[in-house]
């Protein structure tokens, strides 16, 4: 079974930064497109940035130029570093993968790390 573990959520005054990390378990072969998504109280789930494997990247407009997603292959673990953080940056940040696939070959879809608080006060 794959496990997506995020860490590095907290809370941070506005202006400030946070790095989130995520880890693939051990088992993991190879990963496909790795993201991070965020829902805040009260909406939907969102899209904040992604990374294919040949670290090809796209964000949220809300944080262009602010976040930076990144990803070591080796280590199977994506990175979000936020920079400038608002109070809207408030959410609950999942890390997300669309497909995984383990040595022993089988494949899972969409899978789905355990979710990471971030908060920002004014």
């Known amino acids: 079974q794959v496990q997506l573990v995020g860490s590095g959520g907290g809370l941070v005054q506005a202006g400030g930064s946070l790095r989130l990390s995520c880890t693939a378990s051990?088992?993991?072969?190879?990963?496909?497109?790795m993201a991070w998504y965020r829902q805040a109280p009260g909406k939907e789930r969102e899209l904040v940035a992604a990374i294919t494997r040949a670290y090809s990247t796209n964000y949220a407009d809300s944080v262009t130029g602010r976040f930076t997603i990144s990803r070591d292959n080796a280590k199977k673990t994506v990175y979000l570093q936020m920079n400038s953080l608002k109070p809207e940056d408030t959410a609950v940040y999942y890390c997300y993968t669309d497909r995984a696939t383990l040595v022993g070959g089988a494949t899972y879809y969409e899978v789905w790390g355990q979710g990471t608080l971030v908060t920002v006060s004014s």
């Open positions: 051990e088992r993991i072969f190879s990963i496909n497109v």
